[in-house]
Nanobody, 123 residues
Framework: QVQLVESGGGLVQAGGSLRLSCAASGRTFSSYAMGWFRQAPGKEREFVAAISWSGGITYYADSVKGRFTISRDNAKITVYLQMNSLKPEDTAVYYC????????????????WGQGTQVTVSS
């Protein structure tokens, strides 16, 4: 079992930055691919970014490419999402996810989910 706890959300003005963190506990963190999804009010949940266990493979949604960076520190058992040049359309609840195998953009292939952290970007 893997437990995921997100932090770092909040309110920021458009053009600002936030860094989300996801602390993991449980089984061997380094063998898990990690990712982030988000869900805005009234919209379906969507993929944001994912990273392999080694950090050598990363995927990004087109909407965040060039603005967001996913990274991980296996020694600290934490994955990060650095979000720059934030836009009002980035407003959503952001969820940290984990799966045993290679990273994927499909949400139904992730086994573990955090509770989510709210990110609000004001215009």
């Amino acid at each position: 079992q893997v437990q995921l706890v997100e932090s770092g959300g909040g309110l920021v003005q458009a053009g600002g930055s936030l860094r989300l963190s996801c602390a993991a506990s449980g089984r061997t963190f380094s063998s898990y691919a990690m990712g982030w999804f988000r869900q805005a009010p009234g919209k379906e949940r969507e993929f944001v970014a994912a990273i392999s266990w080694s950090g050598g493979i990363t995927y990004y949604a087109d909407s965040v490419k060039g603005r967001f960076t996913i990274s991980r520190d296996n020694a600290k058992i934490t994955v990060y999402l650095q979000m720059n040049s934030l836009k009002p359309e980035d407003t959503a609840v952001y969820y940290c996810v984990a799966r045993r195998q290679v990273p994927t953009i499909r949400e139904n292939e992730y086994d573990y989910w955090g509770q989510g952290t709210q990110v609000t970007v004001s215009s």
